[in-house]
């Protein structure tokens, strides 16, 4: 964290990080399948560059492409999708992008908290306001929105 507390060096690093394993992935197999090109990237690539994920989400739109980016080349080290565009060729090696991931990780953090489930800190886990408007469609556990002073 910089001193505008700002991850941009971290992400930076762990996308430097990525970079080199991934270049270690393409000069140690050169004919990888499908198989195990997901094995590979999940457990060496992916693990770097969602590390401490739930702390410095990238939320500006170059840093969020400067991750997506490491993907979008591991994609092309399979050779049988490496023609295909980036979204084809994540639904042929069945992954799905990084930033979808991340809102979903967030997404399921959330629901834990909402409904009790996991060992949270009470002082530092946000408080979430469950609605109590009930004039429209939804669920029982639709959020209240905060208002930001």
Known sequence: MDSKLSF??????????????????KRNFQHVDKVAFVLLYKALVRSHLEYANTVCFPYKQYLIEVVEKVQKRATKLVHECKH??????????KLPTLKYRRHRGDMI????????????????????MV????????????LQKCIQV
């Not at 941009?8 to 080199?20: F, G, L, N, P, Q």
């Not at 953090?109 to 979430?128: F, M, N, Q, R, W």
């Not at 609605?131 to 639709?142: L, P």
């Open 109 to 128: 953090e959330t629901c834990k908290i909402l409904h009790g489930l996991g060992l949270y800190d009470t002082a530092v886990a946000p408080s979430l």
């Open 84 to 93: 295909l565009p980036y979204i084809e060729r994540l639904k042929y090696l």
């Open 8 to 25: 941009s060096d971290h992400i930076t690093e762990k996308v430097d990080k990525a970079y080199s394993i991934l270049g270690i992935i």
């Open 131 to 142: 609605s109590q408007v009930s004039h429209t469609r939804g669920n029982m556990y639709k």
